[in-house]
């Protein structure tokens, strides 16, 4: 069975730009989380959709956008990228949208770069 | 604010000696605690989850404690493997509205050398 997948694997893009990251979860998973992760700290929540509504949304601007197609696939979108844009951006899947077993399955992440 | 700290920040150990990581938490309510392997521009690999019943939970070489009162657990790695040299991150999981928050730490960083 494949894992999370992500892509691209690693993306250059110039500050201004937009970017489109996607995701496909483990199949039979409904629920699809995005974190960014900066070199050197731990993963940040960005957001989580379930059943292709947003469930969850953490501390980053209104350029963050995202959403979750019909077979539970999901793209993040940055507009107006910044330098400190810069991150390994991963994405997680899992069954449901909580509960005390409900693990998350991380993909491989996509590293993006803005000059 | 839910805050996740772990320690040692980096370490190096020689292979086949033992090492233990720790993390203390503050977040709430608890849904359960998780322990990740990020190797190097790779997404993270879970190791053990557990739950505010489970004090102690094993996969192979990794052991992981917890203690929910004093909001404290550790990973303990026996017999290193150069293999193992990774970050670990501790992950506390809440629940808020019916969906799952995740706090991260910022992640031990492990080298193992020959």
């Known amino acids: 069975d494949a894992g999370v997948t992500q892509s691209p694997t690693h993306l250059i893009k110039t500050r201004g730009q937009h970017v489109t990251l996607r995701c496909s979860p483990i199949?039979?998973?409904?629920?699809v989380s995005w974190y960014q992760q900066v070199l050197g700290q731990g993963p940040q929540f960005i957001f989580q959709?379930?059943?292709?509504?947003?469930?969850g949304r953490g501390n980053f601007p209104d350029r963050f956008s995202a959403r979750q197609f019909p077979n539970y696939s999901s793209e993040l979108n940055v507009n107006a990228l910044l330098l400190g844009d810069s991150a390994l951006y991963l994405c997680?899947?899992?069954?449901?949208?909580?509960?005390?077993?409900?693990?998350?399955?991380f993909g491989p992440g996509t590293r993006l770069t803005v000059l | 604010k839910n805050q996740v700290e772990q320690s040692p920040q980096s370490l190096i150990i020689l292979e086949g000696k033992n090492c233990t990581l720790q993390c203390n938490y503050t977040v709430s309510p608890f849904s359960n605690l998780r322990w990740y392997k990020q190797d190097t521009g790779r997404g993270p690999v879970s190791l053990t989850i557990?739950?505010?019943?489970?004090n102690t939970k094993s996969n192979g070489r990794y052991t992981a404690t917890l203690d929910a009162d004093t909001k404290q657990s550790s990973l303990h790695i026996t017999a290193s493997q150069l293999s193992d040299s990774a970050s670990y991150i501790c992950?506390?999981?809440?629940?808020?509205?019916?969906?799952?928050?995740?706090?991260f730490g910022k992640g031990t960083m492990l080298l193992v050398s020959p």
């Open positions: 992950v506390v999981s809440g629940s808020n509205s019916g969906y799952s928050t995740l706090t």
């Open positions: 959709y379930y059943e292709k509504e947003e469930r």
């Open positions: 199949s039979g998973h409904k629920s």
């Open positions: 997680a899947s899992s069954l449901t949208a909580s509960g005390k077993y409900n693990e998350q399955f």
């Open positions: 557990m739950t505010f019943s489970e």
